[in-house]
């Protein structure tokens, strides 16, 4: 069965958490204070909701420095355990990131359209490194091919001297370009529905004259 979680809120934040246990979840009352509302409900990740929800970790995961040339499979992920939905925007604050730093993972505000969305860019994102990653392991396995065919006692002149160097410049580089125009489309949308600090809106939003720095 599939569950809408835009069915009654067109458009929300969805404030992403890792905790091993759900006693470690901020508690409502303090929820109220740092957001400024008492419209929420916490979920947990692999409940009804977790289509979403895994979407979003994937975009996370993709976006993580320390994975930026690793191979990414489809259920390859940012852990979270649960998250929270309001209708609010959720704004960033040092308070906030200080305190659950290892814990809270951000909100983005987002509608399900936006969703969908990032399913095409991830999709798009997957298929470039599928190419690229398939065009490399050419090259692995044909490197291989020498060690094979004397292990076998196989005598194939063409195979002894094939000239892997050869082949690794020709293919150096195949379907980067790709891998850059989408993982550029995931930044952007990234960005775009991330959230934002209170200041940063604020000059966003406001006429440069207006703005009031403190």
Request: one cysteine or more; proline letters at 2%.
């Amino acid at each position: 069965m599939y569950y809408d979680l835009f069915e009654k809120i067109p458009k929300g934040s969805i404030l992403l958490w890792n905790v091993e246990d759900e006693k470690a979840l901020p508690k409502r009352k303090e929820m109220i204070r740092l957001l400024g509302t008492e419209d929420f409900v916490y979920y947990k990740t692999h409940g009804h909701h977790r289509d979403y929800i895994r979407s979003l970790a994937r975009l996370k995961y993709c976006l993580s420095p320390n994975t930026n040339e690793e191979r990414r499979g489809y259920w390859s992920q940012i852990t979270t355990s649960h998250f929270l939905f309001t209708s609010k925007e959720i704004e960033s604050n040092s308070f906030f990131i200080l305190k659950y730093s290892t814990q809270c993972l951000g909100s983005y505000f987002v509608d399900g359209g936006e969703l969908d969305t990032l399913d095409k860019l991830l999709r798009a994102h997957d298929q470039v490194r599928s190419i690229s990653d398939e065009v490399k392991g050419w090259v692995r396995r044909i490197d291989s091919h020498k060690d094979e065919i004397k292990r076998d006692g196989i005598e194939d002149s063409v195979i002894e001297t094939f000239q892997v160097q050869r082949l690794t410049a020709i293919t150096n580089g195949y379907g980067q370009q790709a891998i850059d125009h989408a993982m550029s489309k995931l930044e952007d949308w990234h960005h775009q529905h991330y959230w934002k600090t209170k200041k940063s809106k604020k000059t966003l939003d406001a006429p440069q004259d207006d703005v009031v720095t403190t």
